[in-house]
């Protein structure tokens, strides 16, 4: 195996797929994550936990762009749950916050393309590097669902907005 995992990369890994399951979910049945859900709380727990366990991970011996995106994730999240809570700003905070949320799964999940593109099948992975036409071309495709995803869910938000808004 060209690539081993840790015991700490395979709980690391394992505890990863906890929020993306619960993202996947999340969207299919609310279409975007709602943190007063049972899949929201999943979600959150399992975000925070997957970022912090990323730490004690480095293919370099120190802080990395895998950190970065975890801290970033974890800021996106923060302003994703503040957003509902400042008034001055109106119907944007639901924006703000749907994006917050649609932003850190996408943070998430960039390290994870790559790992898995490098890593998979471990006889032979499907890509020498983060450099690798493979995994720039799966990450082009992930930047592009999530921006699709999010403006489906501005649809869907204006879409509720305007049933909730009084008739004049």
Known sequence: MPNPLSTLGIAHTAISLLPLGAAIYSFARHGAIEPGTRSG???LVGM???????????STGGFNAGHA?????????????LAPKLS????????????????SVFLL?????????????????????PDSALVRGALLAWLALFV???AIQVIILRSRQRAQAPRR
């Not at 925070?48 to 480095?58: D, K, M, R, W």
């Not at 001055?88 to 932003?103: I, K, P, Q, V």
């Open 148 to 150: 699709v995803g999010y």
């Open 69 to 81: 995106l975890g801290i970033l994730a974890l800021l996106a999240v923060f302003g994703a749950w």
């Open 48 to 58: 925070v936990l997957s970022v912090l366990t990323a730490f004690g991970l480095s």
């Open 109 to 129: 999940l960039v390290p994870g393309i790559n790992e898995t593109l490098t890593r998979l099948p471990p006889s032979q992975p499907l890509a020498s590097g």
């Open 88 to 103: 001055f700003l109106g119907r944007a905070s639901a924006y703000l916050a749907t994006l917050g949320w649609s932003f």
């Open 41 to 43: 709380r999943v979600y």
